[in-house]
């Protein structure tokens, strides 16, 4: 039986390099990172070198080398966000789930990340969880929402 990144690989054509970021993004979507076996099953696939694949990868902040946890969270650092407060933010959340932002948990239950202006400015400070937006964030507002998180995250008998 093929396994999981063969069975992507199979959707697209052999050495059609136009296909590398299509692919990428559903290994990282499937796998959640790009593991060094992924970049070189996709070198093999697309007759490109590894080195290109990687120098794509790194080039979008959305691909991962590692294991990225089941909940991803994001805050916005752009300017707008940062003077009001989103640096304070982040510290809130670092302190929160005990990791740096770039971390995850080690139940890799969460990520925390810090990303550039998402171009809703108006919004700011905005934390993003698994790709929803959440404007006006303060300190109050970001533990109210991790402590919603966390309620849906955890095991049914815990
Ligand atoms: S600075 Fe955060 S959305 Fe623009």
Do not use: W
């Amino acid at each position: 039986m093929a396994n999981p990144i063969e069975k992507i690989l199979s959707h697209y054509e052999s050495r059609d390099k136009s296909s590398l970021i299509a692919i990428l993004q559903t290994v990282q979507k499937q796998e959640g990172y790009l593991s060094p076996e992924a970049v070189d099953s996709i070198s093999k696939h697309l007759r490109i070198s590894k080195s290109q694949v990687f120098s794509i990868a790194t080039f979008y902040r959305s691909f991962s080398f590692t294991p990225k946890g089941k909940c991803c969270i994001s805050v916005c650092l752009g300017t707008a966000c940062h003077v009001r407060g989103a640096a304070i933010i982040v510290e809130e959340l670092e302190r929160l789930l005990g990791i740096k932002a770039g971390g995850t948990t080690p139940d890799f239950k969460y990520s925390l990340e810090t990303v550039n202006c998402l171009g809703a400015c108006a919004l700011g400070p905005i934390v993003v969880v698994d790709g929803k937006y959440h404007g006006q964030m303060n300190i109050g507002k970001t533990k109210t929402l991790l402590e919603k998180i966390q309620g849906e995250l955890k095991p049914e008998n815990s």
